[in-house]
């Protein structure tokens, strides 16, 4: 298990990152691994309640002996590995700078940038401008849900290179009967601004099917596997 401890004595805190494989079922291979933080909390992991509560430089050595966990025990460096950012971790002026550098240390990993909460168009547009130089790609999470609705991310489409809709969001919702209306819509858009589209949420063969209707091969979700710490 690889994690981070915060405090001093019987009050440290362990943070760590559970991995969750992202299949690509056009010739079933593992495409790359989600990092999900988790807290633990007498001996049981959970969501935190605020994903700021670790730093970015914490979370980026968290990623970085994830990565290297991945290398050692899977034997694979050709592989990608998604990390998730808010708004308020986004805004931090020293976080471009972390992720670079993470970059560059666990090449040949590969790194993608998952936005989790829509940002403004000056902030998108320097996070593309400077991420793309060092070949991460930018990743808009949960689109259709929460904050990332279509109005307010319609204009960062342009500066991003993939989509993810997660449909466990619309089941909590009372939304099940419209995933297939939503994933419509934004396979629409993904053509529209030629971006790629990842299917979160896939649980049985029916949303495979549903997944391969639309073409969509990029796929994640229990069916593959839950989040697990490697």
């Given at each position: 298990?690889?994690?981070?401890?915060?405090?001093?004595?019987?009050?440290?805190?362990?943070?760590?990152?559970?991995?969750?494989?992202?299949?690509?079922?056009?010739?079933?291979?593992?495409?790359?691994?989600?990092?999900?933080?988790?807290?633990?909390?007498?001996?049981?992991w959970?969501?935190p309640?605020?994903?700021?509560?670790?730093?970015?430089?914490?979370?980026?050595?968290?990623?970085?002996?994830?990565?290297?966990?991945?290398?050692?025990?899977?034997?694979?460096?050709?592989?990608?590995?998604?990390?998730?950012?808010?708004?308020?971790?986004?805004?931090?002026?020293?976080?471009?700078?972390?992720?670079?550098a993470?970059?560059?240390?666990?090449?040949?990993?590969?790194?993608?940038?998952?936005?989790t909460?829509?940002?403004?168009l000056?902030?998108?547009?320097?996070?593309?401008?400077?991420?793309?130089?060092?070949?991460?790609?930018?990743?808009?999470?949960?689109?259709?849900?929460?904050?990332?609705?279509?109005?307010n991310?319609?204009?960062?489409?342009?500066?991003?290179?993939?989509?993810?809709?997660?449909?466990?969001?619309?089941?909590?919702?009372?939304?099940?009967?419209?995933?297939?209306?939503?994933?419509?819509?934004?396979?629409?858009?993904?053509?529209?601004?030629?971006?790629?589209?990842?299917?979160?949420?896939?649980?049985?063969?029916?949303?495979?099917?549903?997944?391969?209707?639309?073409?969509?091969?990029?796929?994640?979700?229990y069916?593959?596997?839950?989040?697990?710490?490697?």
């Open positions: 298990m690889i994690y981070i401890s915060i405090g001093r004595g019987e009050f440290k805190t362990k943070y760590s990152f559970f991995v969750q494989s992202q299949v690509n079922k056009s010739d079933n291979s593992i495409f790359g691994y989600e990092v999900l933080l988790r807290k633990e909390d007498n001996g049981s959970h969501l309640q605020d994903f700021t509560e670790l730093s970015i430089p914490e979370q980026v050595r968290l990623v970085e002996r994830t990565a290297n966990n991945i290398k050692d025990s899977l034997g694979t460096t050709d592989k990608v590995i998604s990390f998730n950012l808010n708004s308020q971790q986004a805004d931090d002026p020293y976080t471009l700078g972390e992720i670079i993470l970059k560059k240390r666990i090449n040949p990993i590969k790194l993608t940038i998952e936005l909460e829509a940002m403004s000056d902030k998108i547009k320097e996070f593309s401008l400077l991420l793309h130089q060092y070949d991460i790609p930018l990743v808009i999470d949960d689109v259709g849900t929460g904050s990332n609705t279509f109005d991310i319609q204009h960062l489409l342009p500066y991003v290179d993939k989509i993810k809709l997660a449909m466990q969001n619309l089941r909590m919702a009372g939304k099940a009967d419209k995933i297939p209306e939503y994933i419509s819509f934004w396979v629409h858009q993904a053509e529209d601004y030629c971006l790629d589209m990842v299917l979160e949420g896939v649980e049985d063969c029916k949303d495979q099917i549903l997944a391969k209707k639309y073409g969509i091969n990029i796929q994640q979700g069916l593959y596997g839950k989040p697990a710490k490697i």
